[in-house]
């Protein structure tokens, strides 16, 4: 139990005000992309990714506070299906803004801060050489390859035809 927890610095507010900044950021960014690319209201899809960033906030939130060694992705996931559960009182507000955010905008965005994020690193980046792009490029198709599989056989199952 001991090798579970660990301590865990306190966040500054500076760095909480950074994130906030940050997912504000994010959420316009966005919201202007599912306008473009998939004519949502802007409003709407804005409402849609100031929840996901809210849910976002407090998972990071709770990953530096609580005592176990566990991922924000687990706290944000765990909280976004409890208050889209349908017998939560906030299940048909979320859900009805959160379906104005396509993920295609979401992922063109992240996609967008990451290549910023390595030309900004791009000489450790070079010094990968080919055994990193192939460990890359191997990881990608993986992935791929591993989510079709799998939703081909939860497509044949349902009875869907493929």
Known sequence: MAEETQKKELVSIEEVVNWILLLVIFSVLVSIGS???YHHPIGLSLVGMFILSFVTLIGMLLEKYIPYNISSIIYISVIGLIIALPIMPTSDFVIYYVSHVELLSIV?????????????????????GFGGIFVTMAVITGTFLGSAIIAHFVLVLTGTPV
């Open 108 to 128: 063109t965005v992240f996609l967008a801060y990451v290549g910023i994020g390595i030309g900004k690193s791009w000489d450790q980046f070079k010094s990968m």
């Open 35 to 37: 306008y473009v690319g």
